[in-house]
């Protein structure tokens, strides 16, 4: 994984806030390495492992609702490219036509089986190829729907130097992002002014402190937290 040229950014990267970030990313080169690296051998390690997982559940959500197994949505990550996310479908199929973006503790779009998935995070595991195709990383920043990318200040936007991860030390510290929306009489809103921004804080936090052994670690508190 190495870093595009300041040049070759996004004009829309290049300013002063996301260049401090970016020198410092620069001097990391080989931990930056050592992560794509890791992303890849671990990623198949991970996608042999769960191959069964993944035949079962996508029979389980065919049986439960109508609708495809997978749920596909156009993020951003690195560099501000767009792509799409593969999880497995939790919500009524169609779900984004009939609702917000963001879902709530009790939204009722969700599925009987959908409710499972996401109490155990088992809706993530198609990332895995996502991880392996080098649009994300184990760990970085949660990929945003365009939409939210495009309020993010220019400080945001030094997120998008490495790849969206699936999980982050922000992603563990609002693991009950959905709890906190509940009620909410504007969804979206109350996402991009509150809880955006502290996710955001946290973010970039750690994109001064990058190294590969912090992702390590936030690996295993992940795992941690998830047991718990």
Known sequence: MILRKWDDLPDKMKNESVRRYYDALQ???ISLLVKRVFDIIFGLFILIVILPFLLII????????KGPIMFRQVRVTQYGKRFRIYKFRTMVNNAEKIGAQITAKDDNRI?????VLRKYRLDEFP?????????MSFVGARPEVEKYVEKYTEEMM???LLPAGVTSEASIEFKDEEKILTNAENIDRIYLEVVLPEKMKINIKNMGSFSFFNDLKIMVRTVLVMAR
């Open 58 to 65: 996508g029979v389980v959500i065919k049986i439960d609702s």
């Open 111 to 115: 599925t009987k089986v959908g409710r």
């Open 158 to 160: 030094a997120t998008l």
């Open 127 to 135: 990332q895995v190829f996502n991880i392996i195709s080098g649009d």
């Open 27 to 29: 001097r990391k080169k």
